[in-house]
């Protein structure tokens, strides 16, 4: 079972910030967080991912609380081409396996 | 150009005749992974490998074979497919196992089985 929880679907207009939360309340203190995302049936694409500390990259930004139970993906200024499905993913083991949940649906309207 | 390389992209099928879906990766990977995608289901894992002569199940193995002769190539095999095969697939290859930020994905293949 995925251990992240994520609403369904957001919108957000096209040149504004999309920020995309993801639940986490049981991660443990050596569990990464990892976003990836999936346009439209595409292979899913590594976003970000972090520990404990913010993270940016040239994609997005990370947000991660203190308490690490929660965080908060930023695309700083979103274009019709970031519609997709993102997926928040805490790893289980050292299998390498991915849980993917039912991800949030971002659609960016222009 | 560094990717992942699954054929074919698209491929229609009857129930139990034998195929073989190629997923060849250039860029040294250890770690190769199959997924399935569901509506409502989501990504799930069939097979993994971690290394060359190296393979084991993930959650859904059942009705599939995978092998690892070499490490580029990671080729899924269904030996007699039945119609709740019929899935969108996904091959994935990453450096090592356990560095989730490497992971690179195949464009996947649109199996259908009649």
């Known amino acids: 079972d995925a251990k992240t929880t994520q609403p369904p679907s957001m919108d957000c207009a096209e040149g504004r910030a999309a920020n995309l939360p993801c639940n986490h309340s049981?991660?443990?203190?050596?569990?990464?967080v990892y976003w990836y995302r999936q346009i439209h049936s595409q292979g899913p694409q590594y976003i970000i991912h972090?520990?404990?500390n913010n993270e940016t990259n040239e994609m997005a930004s990370l947000i991660i609380t203190e308490d690490r139970k929660s965080s908060t993906l930023i695309l700083p200024h979103a274009t019709l081409r970031d519609t997709a499905v993102y997926y928040c993913i805490v790893r289980v083991d050292n299998t390498g396996k991915l849980i993917f949940g039912q991800g949030t649906t971002l659609q960016v309207k222009p | 150009e560094a990717q992942v390389t699954q054929n074919p992209r698209y491929l229609i099928t009857v129930t139990g005749k034998k195929l073989t879906v190629t997923c060849s990766q250039n860029m040294n990977h250890e770690y190769m992974s199959w997924y399935r995608q569901d509506p409502g289901l989501g990504l799930r894992q069939i097979y993994y490998s971690m290394n060359v002569e190296v393979t084991d199940k993930g959650d859904v193995p059942e009705g599939y074979k995978v092998s690892r002769k070499e490490k580029r190539n990671f080729p899924l095999i269904l030996e007699s497919p039945s119609p709740n095969q019929t899935s969108l697939y996904f091959c994935?290859?990453?450096?090592?196992?356990?560095?989730?930020?490497?992971?690179?994905f195949g464009s996947g293949t649109r199996l259908t089985v009649v």
């Open positions: 049981t991660i443990s203190g050596n569990e990464y």
């Open positions: 994935a290859s990453s450096p090592r196992s356990w560095d989730m930020s490497g992971y690179t």
């Open positions: 972090g520990l404990k």
